[in-house]
């Protein structure tokens, strides 16, 4: 899963997945490790269940992620308010 993730960054292919039961639809931007020690993806959520209701930045868990696709559909560039420098990273694996 972490070469897919890998590999849809760098293509910037939107990925869905389903994240504690629900499916979610985002555009990944950035994968690494937080500093909880997790492995976590950093993506702007674009469709599909949110807890709260809205879309947008989000961090998922890697341990709560099921069943990820890479979709064939890909975004044009990063969305506002990306900051490479994610400050609840500790390590970077890939990134846009």
């Given amino acids: ?12 292919n ?6 504690e039961g629900e499916l979610r639809v985002v555009e990944p931007h950035c994968f690494g490790i937080t500093t909880a020690g997790n492995l976590a993806l950093r993506a702007y959520q674009i469709d599909g269940y949110s807890s709260s209701g809205k879309l947008g930045w989000k961090l998922y868990n890697l341990a709560k992620v099921e ?5 064939n559909d ?7 308010g990306y900051n490479p ?12």
Avoid at 74 to 80: A, D, M, N, Q, V
Avoid at 85 to 96: K, N, P, Q, R, T
């Fill in 74 to 80: 890909t975004f044009e560039e990063e969305r506002s």
């Fill in 67 to 71: 069943n990820l696709s890479v979709l």
């Fill in 1 to 12: 899963m972490e070469n897919q993730i890998c590999d849809a960054i760098g293509s910037q």
């Fill in 85 to 96: 420098d994610d400050s609840a990273m500790v390590e970077i694996i890939c990134a846009l």
């Fill in 14 to 19: 939107i990925i869905e997945f389903e994240y």
